[in-house]
Nanobody
Framework: QVQLVESGGGLVQPGGSLRLSCAAT????????MAWYRQAPGKERESVAT???????SYADSVKGRFTISRDYANKMVYLQMNSLKPEDTGVYYC??????????????WGQGTLVTISS
């Protein structure tokens, strides 16, 4: 069984920073793209940042220049460094990955989510 476990959420004042971490565990042969999504109250889940297996990154326009996604291939982890946080960044942040299991199956996996609240 493959799992993604996020950590690092919390309450931060506007202008502050947070670093989210996500660890992939289980019977993993390889991991393709890893990404962060978020869901604000009353809104649909949206893509925030993606780190592809080809070492390319992409960001939502709303977070460009403030957020940085990074990846540790050896330890099967992905991070999201969030700076200059705004109240509109509030939401539940989810880790997402496309994983190839040791049985050769390609599966999409989601973490349980970590709450980020930006408020003074």
């Amino acid at each position: 069984q493959v799992q993604l476990v996020e950590s690092g959420g919390g309450l931060v004042q506007p202008g502050g920073s947070l670093r989210l971490s996500c660890a992939a565990t289980g019977s993993i042969l390889s991991i393709d793209d890893m990404a962060w999504y978020r869901q604000a109250p009353g809104k649909e889940r949206e893509s925030v940042a993606t780190f592809s297996r080809r070492f390319t990154t992409s960001y939502a326009d709303s977070v460009k220049g403030r957020f940085t996604i990074s990846r540790d291939y050896a330890n099967k982890m992905v991070y999201l460094q969030m700076n200059s946080l705004k109240p509109e960044d509030t939401g539940v942040y989810y880790c997402n990955a496309r994983v190839v299991t040791d049985r050769g199956a390609s599966v999409e996996v989601w973490g349980q989510g970590t709450l980020v609240t930006i408020s003074s």
